[in-house]
């Protein structure tokens, strides 16, 4: 089993600001994946978080948009750049392999 | 259309009631989940399931691989079971997972 520390719970931000969240794995894992739940909507891939690497986007989601960092196999961030309200979402970071595990979640709410 | 399809969207159910939510999926998986998410957006895992039926307490998951299907029950629902329920699936050959929209569920006192 993993348990993730996800942190901030969440935030309200000024749009053209960035948020940084953060994930503490208590294990080491390879890979660790970033999703978005939009209101109402299931959840969507926005990266796969690999260390030594650089993350891999899905087709929608850009570096630039979302800066991935993994310095270590316990730790990833994901950074929401220059938000929009349309960025109000929930962001969740999860660990797989047989199981799914997923930290706590960030509820942001861009003003 | 989505690859993970649930119903119902919403439901309703007098405590005590036993539920059933659906889950049909399109693609080939390696595992099926059932996730339940609370208010505050977490999410734990539930089940995980490849074949046959799984049993944790008052809550059971089945899986049919040739149909591609999948469901979960509630036995003696309880208010404290009110939560989003989300099947999740991994396809063959991949590491993350795909979502259902979820099936809200309220169990009134």
């Known amino acids: 089993s993993a348990v993730i520390s996800q942190k901030p719970s969440r935030d309200i931000c000024q749009r053209g600001t960035s948020l940084t969240i953060q994930c503490q794995v208590d294990s080491q894992v390879t890979m660790m994946f970033w999703y978005r739940q939009q209101p109402g909507q299931s959840l969507t891939l926005i990266a796969t978080?690999?260390?030594?690497?650089?993350?891999?986007?899905e087709s929608g989601f850009v570096i630039d948009k979302f800066p991935i960092s993994r310095p270590n196999l316990t730790f990833s961030t994901l950074t929401v750049s220059n938000m929009s309200p349309e960025d109000s979402s929930i962001y969740l970071c999860?660990?797989?392999?047989?199981?799914?595990?997923f930290g706590q979640g960030t509820r942001l709410t861009v003003v | 259309k989505n690859e993970v399809e649930q119903s119902p969207q919403n439901l309703t159910a007098q405590e005590g009631e036993f539920i059933t939510i659906n889950c049909s999926y399109s693609v080939g998986i390696s595992a099926l989940h059932w996730l339940q998410q609370h208010p505050g957006g977490g999410i734990v895992s539930l089940f995980m399931?490849?074949?046959g039926k799984k049993k944790h307490g008052r809550l059971i998951a089945t899986i049919n691989i040739q149909e591609k299907h999948s469901s979960l029950h509630i036995t003696a629902s309880h208010p404290r079971d009110s939560a989003v329920y989300i099947c999740a699936v991994r396809r063959t050959g991949a590491n993350n997972l795909f979502f259902g929209t979820g099936t809200r569920l309220t169990v009134i006192p």
């Open positions: 978080a690999n260390q030594g690497s650089e993350a891999t986007y």
């Open positions: 399931l490849s074949s």
């Open positions: 999860s660990v797989g392999g047989d199981s799914a595990f």
